[in-house]
């Protein structure tokens, strides 16, 4: 590990930016060049078109006032300079385009969503990713969103109702470390609560969802917390073929699986886990306007830091647990460190015999690097034009594989 003092800070390349010492050091430890954060301008902004709508094209460049350059590798993905700001824009309003990064479109191609998975986003919001996954899956499968700040999940619903994809969708607000639900398949659900426990925990039916709802579905969207103090999910959000409507409050939140998820287990799922957006050159630039102290107490401080790992791997391994045998989990993250990408893997590699890294068969046409370890990838500023990703992908082999 690198010495971090301030002198040796300044035998670094520093940046244009005014970052502020203590960054410089986190950088330093980490082995991150600080001139990257100078790349801001020469990186385009990208966008994605919702699927059914590439006949808008020119009218989508005649608003933007510049050609859209098609991302060669990356389907849907449009590249754009980076000045333009698209909230105003009636194309956008209108739900026809959203913007996302490159890189992130890549780890959710990474994925290889299939018509009629059930696939879980366990930190969904602000809610890109979850609206490419919804846009994947199209009329099919479902798609449950996890986030444990309910004001960032309410606005991955706005953008879910903003952009017509919600409605295979279900949305909690929950700790993904420790959310259990499973993905409702009917037959098995409606055949759970039977006898006394339907009688006293379950009277309530789920209706079409309306965000004027009464206080007695507001109160029937949370589980009962079994143990006082506990923080259980709570439905935000479920769409009309997302499986709720008609069932009871204890079909929805039964836990009856929970020991079984080989066998009904999501069959894809995204942990885009919590980090420390080191690699978003856009998000670290917005401290100029916030703070830079704001950094420092948000991002950086040891104890936050410390934590974060921890919950990174949580994150992941609830994730994996959730998967059923042979299912897929991309794990990726905005930070260019290896203690929260790699790292992390190389952890949960250890204790999980049933989880393999797996080769991302499209990434061969991708404009990334590969990380530390074999088969992970890499996306940088330099390198890809993107902002930073680490992207792995995970499968999980079944018990009665030989390995
Ligand atoms: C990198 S962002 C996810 C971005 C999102 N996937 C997207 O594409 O818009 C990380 C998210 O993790 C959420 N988060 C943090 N701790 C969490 C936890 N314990 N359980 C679930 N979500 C968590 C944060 O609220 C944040 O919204």
């Avoid at 950086?300 to 989990?329: P, S, V, Y």
């Avoid at 204790?351 to 404009?367: R, S, T």
Wanted: glycine share 6%.
């Amino acid at each position: 590990m690198v010495d971090s003092t301030v002198e040796s800070i300044k035998q670094l390349p520093s940046s244009n930016l005014p970052l502020p010492t203590v960054f410089l050091e986190f950088l330093q430890k980490n082995c991150i060049d600080p001139s990257l954060y100078d790349l801001h301008d020469s990186i385009p902004r990208y966008i994605r078109i919702k699927r059914g709508n590439e006949s808008y094209l020119q009218k989508i460049e005649a608003e933007l006032k510049c050609n859209l350059q098609a991302v060669s590798w990356l389907p849907g993905f449009f590249a754009i300079p980076s000045y333009i700001h698209i909230a105003s824009l009636s194309i956008y309003r209108e739900g026809k385009i959203y913007g996302m990064d490159a890189a992130s479109g890549a780890a959710v191609l990474a994925l290889n969503v299939l018509p009629g998975d059930h696939v879980l986003d366990l930190c969904a919001a602000p809610g890109a990713k979850l609206c490419m996954l919804s846009d994947m899956l199209g009329d099919t499968g479902s798609l449950t969103g996890v986030d444990i700040s309910r004001q960032r999940l309410a606005a991955c619903r706005t953008m879910l109702q903003k952009y017509a994809l919600g409605d295979h969708c279900r949305l909690f607000v929950a700790d993904g470390t420790s959310f259990s639900l499973l993905p409702l398949r009917k037959n098995l659900n409606a055949k759970l609560c039977s006898g006394s426990e339907k009688s006293e925990y379950n009277q309530y039916v789920f209706k079409e969802w309306s965000s004027r709802r009464r206080w007695i579905e507001r109160k029937n969207a949370k589980k009962t917390s079994i143990i006082s103090g506990t923080s259980e999910p709570e439905l935000i959000f479920y769409g009309r073929y997302s499986g709720i409507i008609g069932l009871s409050k204890c079909e929805i939140f039964d836990k009856r699986f929970e020991h079984e998820n080989s066998d009904f287990g999501y069959d894809k799922v995204l942990v885009d886990a919590e980090c420390t957006h080191d690699g978003s050159i856009k998000h670290v630039q917005k401290f100029e306007h916030w703070g830079w102290e704001t950094l420092q107490r948000r991002l950086l401080d040891a104890q936050r830091m410390d934590n974060l790992m921890h919950l990174q791997l949580q994150l992941l391994t609830n994730g994996f647990k959730l998967l059923k045998d042979g299912g897929t989990l991309v794990y990726s993250t905005c930070s260019l460190t290896t203690a929260q990408n790699e790292s992390i893997l190389e952890q949960f590699l250890l204790k999980n015999k049933h989880a393999g890294l797996v080769e991302i068969d499209l990434a061969k046409d991708w404009p990334c690097k590969s990380g530390r370890i074999p088969k992970t990838l890499r996306f940088d500023p330099c390198t890809s034009k993107t902002s930073g990703l680490f992207v792995a992908k995970l499968v999980k082999r079944s018990k009665y594989e030989n390995k």
